[in-house]
């Protein structure tokens, strides 16, 4: 990794993150996977939901960018393989292409959409949840003004493509395929701790950019920021996470 990139540790994304694939649970129920179907769970991270869906009777196969995410994965007797989601190399073999909290780290929307069309069969679904438009709009503010303020490129800092309904939907139907549903979810999302855990896992394309000597000054400052905006009356930390959720298929 460059020094500016994101990076995925296991066990500090479970401990600060674990709610991701808790949530994700309602996007499983939409693809209604059927035993026996193959399914491919793209962005997969540790597997959390690779294995319900192993659990129900599919042959899944996990990808994901990160060789970390893919290890632990492995680790817990999951198939899973380090891919590039924006360079899918698979061809027709796959009944559901199903995704959870990753798109949204994958700014070539296009390519994405082009390369689960090419890994599906005829009559393919694709079904998912990423971050739509608006979300985590108080937290990505906060982070954006902490690195213009040092000098820092913030559309360079920031790694994030939340589109509109409208916008996912043309690149869907432009892919060939058939939108079933697509809607945003407003899903106010509380935090298992302060939001200092949320920035170290989910903040680093930004936070890197900063002197590592100015680095815990400007957390602090944001988390003084953020807290009267994002904690409820008892202190609770609340992400304002906004959710894409679609179903799309390809014709027979
Ligand atoms: C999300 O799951 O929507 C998300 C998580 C971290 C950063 C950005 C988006």
Known sequence: MTVA???WDPDRYRKNAGFVAE???PVVDLLAPRPGERILDLGCGDGALTRKLAALGCDVVGADASADQIRKAREEGLYAQVVDGQNLTFDAE???????????WMKDAAAVVAGVRRALKPGGRFVGEFGGAGNVQT???ALRVAVAARGVDPDAADPWYFPTTEAYSAILKNAGFVVKSIELIDR?????GDVDGWLAVFG????????ASDRPAAIDQIREALRPVLTDTDGVWVADYVRLRFSAELPQ
């Open 5 to 7: 990139d994101q990076h």
């Open 23 to 25: 949530l994700g649970m």
């Open 94 to 104: 796959f009944d559901a292409v199903f995704t959870n909290a990753a798109l949204h």
């Open 139 to 141: 937290l990505r503010t």
């Open 188 to 192: 106010p999302t509380p935090l298992p």
């Open 204 to 211: 680093e394309s930004f936070l890197n950019r900063i002197d």
